[in-house]
Structures are given as C-alpha cells and as structure tokens.
C-alpha cells in the first residue's frame, strides 16, 4: 500500500512539476537545421490537403498523438478526460500515462478509462518496461490493455529517469528478452518508446527482431526527465545528479533517421519537443507517420478540453499549410517529400 501510494503521489508531483517548472532539455529537437523546398505553384487546393491516416486498423483525422502522460490520481482523471474528449472530437491518437498504480490498486483503474467520451479513438495503454523485471508478465500488461479497452500497448523505456529517481527501478539487464516473449504473447500491437532521450538505430534493430510493432521515438529536445526529477531530489546530492544529464540523449530528428535508416519497415512515431505542426510535417518527412506531443496537450487539459481541442486545430492547421507550401497533397506524399539540410 505504501508502494501504491508512493507511485501515486509521484505521479502528482510529476504534473505539478511539469506545470510550474521549466523542465526543458538543453538540447534542441534538431528540427531547426531541416526545411522544405518551397513549391511556389503547389498546384493544390489548400482545403483539399488531407491529413488523414491510419494506424493499427484506425483511421484519424489528422497524424497527431497526445503522448502518454497521465493517470492514477484525483486530477489525473480529469486531465485524461479533457484530452479523450478532445481526441474523439478532433479523430486523433492519444496514449495514456503509465498505468502501473491502477495494475497496484484497482481502484484507481477509473482513471484510465475514456472510452465513455472517447470509443472511436486509436487508444494506447501504457506501461514501464521496466517492471518486467520486477515482478510483472503476461498478465499484468494484458489487464493494462483490458482496463483501458485500448487498441495497443505502449512499454515506456525510461532507464535515465529511474537512475536518477532515489526509489528507481534500475535494473534493465535481460530485458530485450522479456519484451520479445510478451510481443509474441500479447494479442495487440507492442509500441516501444522513450520520454524524451531517443532511440538510437542499434536499438530499433533489435527491436524490430523482438517483434515490435512501432517505436515512438521520444527524442530529445522537449521534456527532460532528469530536469524533472531534479526538482523532485530531496538533497542537493540527488539534484546534482539529476541536473549533469541535461543536455543528454539523441535529439528527435537524429533519433527518427537512425530508426528509418536501421529498419525501413518500421511504424515510426514521432515526439520529443515537437511544438507545432510545421515540426510535425518535418518528423512526416523524415520517416515517422504520427507526431506526438505531451506538455502542450497538459498545459492545454490544465485549462479545459476546448483548449486542448484548440491545440489541436492549431498544429493540424499549421501541418496542412506546411504540406500546401511543400506541394504535398496528403500523409503518403509527405513522407517521400526530401528535406534540405543545412549545417
Ligand atoms: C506530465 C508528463 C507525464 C508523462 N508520463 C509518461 C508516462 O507515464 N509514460 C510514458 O511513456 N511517457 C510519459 N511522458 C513522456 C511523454 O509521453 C513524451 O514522450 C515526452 O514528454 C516528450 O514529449 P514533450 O517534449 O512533447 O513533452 C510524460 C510526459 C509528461 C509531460
């Protein structure tokens, strides 16, 4: 019980910190050094851009996702409701936060259910991968799906911020393994992702063989964990720690070539500081197929589900003038779209 609390709270403390603070990476997303060649006839009608896509047997309006944040607390209910609600409304994809409080205490499942306002949406649960080595198997990440009726499973990597949490979950060793038996077990699609320092084309390899549906890539460039968990330390020792990995990981942009070039055939998610809709049409470009945002939707669910939908029309609106000016008449044609890169 003391465990579920813990787990609780730090979710908590998480949103609070990530409202009040700034928990901005040092590094940038890379996105700044590609642009598009402008078509200056596209010989298109703006309107007639389509932004639609499908993804594992759905199909959405628009290539956005609003990355797994949140669930397990009193509040968190209501910030997943707001971002359902806005999902179902604007037909985008949405991930839920780690659902490991629910899988320790029942009675905080409510939290992660959305269906009631959102049954048509593509639908992420989400869990650490981690706890594959403390405990949890089959069963655990089949109640995670089932509690959310989600249509797949994310498993978050999270190896730096637990490293620099006092209570992490630090041991990693033998996991690849673990998560190749449970994509072979699972009936839904497997998602591996980061929050917010990338994965690198050797991983995706790997990845891939274990039988990995997607990966989201998480890059750096955005949210920082580390900056998080450093103002959660408890000492100076502990926020030292935590504040030397400020500028770490692989940025976004880095991070989606390396999988593209390592494993062509691989679902790409996009996310890591993605900010607006011409980033998004860049991470499209570059190879992934939806790009997925967390502390804008949080900000935004903080407020209200209008806000969110806002948000929402704002960087689908900024994706389809970026695709008019590239002379990209809808998802397929942007992905084939190069970038001039400039050094
Ligand atoms: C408040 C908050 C909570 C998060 N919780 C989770 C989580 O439970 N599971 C997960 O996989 N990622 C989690 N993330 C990481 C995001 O899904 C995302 O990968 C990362 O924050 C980068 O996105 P951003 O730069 O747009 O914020 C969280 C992010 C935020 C801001």
């Not at 989600?150 to 490293?163: F, G, P, R, T, V």
């Not at 072979?184 to 039988?211: F, R």
Request: proline fraction near 3%; glycine fraction near 8%.
């Amino acid at each position: 019980m003391a465990k579920v609390t813990r787990t609780s709270a730090r979710k908590s403390d998480h949103i609070r910190i990530n409202l009040e603070q700034d928990v901005r990476s040092k590094l940038t997303n890379g996105l700044e050094r590609y642009f598009f060649l402008h078509n200056a006839l596209p010989e298109l009608n703006l309107e007639e851009v389509d932004l639609s896509v499908q993804v594992f047997g759905k199909k959405l309006k628009a290539p956005l996702l609003i990355s797994s944040m949140t669930g397990g607390s009193k509040e968190a209910t209501q910030i997943n409701q707001r971002l359902a609600e806005a999902a179902q409304a604007s037909g985008v994809a949405m991930g839920l936060g780690s659902q490991r409080a629910a899988i320790e205490d029942k009675k905080l499942a409510s939290s992660y259910k959305v269906r009631n306002v959102a049954p048509d949406i593509l639908l992420f649960a989400n869990l650490g991968a981690v706890q594959l080595n403390y405990g949890y198997g089959l069963d655990h990440l089949q109640r995670a799906v089932d509690m959310a009726e989600a249509d797949a499973l994310m498993l978050h990597l999270n190896a730096l911020q637990e490293a620099v949490q006092p209570e992490g979950d630090t041991n990693f060793a033998g996991l690849l393994q673990k998560i190749e038996i449970m994509c072979k077990q699972l009936p839904v699609p497997v998602v591996i992702k980061e929050v917010g320092w990338g994965i690198s084309g050797d991983l995706a390899k790997h990845l891939a063989h274990a039988g990995v549906q997607g990966i989201d890539v998480a890059g750096a460039g955005g949210t920082s964990w580390t900056q998080v968990e450093m103002h959660r330390a408890k000492n100076k020792r502990q926020a030292r720690l935590a504040a030397a990995f400020a500028d770490w990981g692989i940025p976004t942009a880095e991070s989606i070539m390396q999988v593209r070039q390592a494993v062509r055939t691989m679902r790409i998610f996009a996310s890591g500081g993605l900010r607006s809709g011409l980033d998004i049409a860049k991470c499209i470009a570059l190879g992934a197929e939806l790009g997925g945002m967390a502390s804008p939707y949080l900000k935004a669910a903080d407020q209200s589900a209008e806000a969110v939908v806002e948000t929402i029309q704002e960087v689908a609106r900024e994706l389809q003038v970026a695709m008019f000016a590239a002379g990209a008449g809808d998802i397929p044609i942007l992905q084939r779209v190069p970038l001039v890169l400039r050094e």
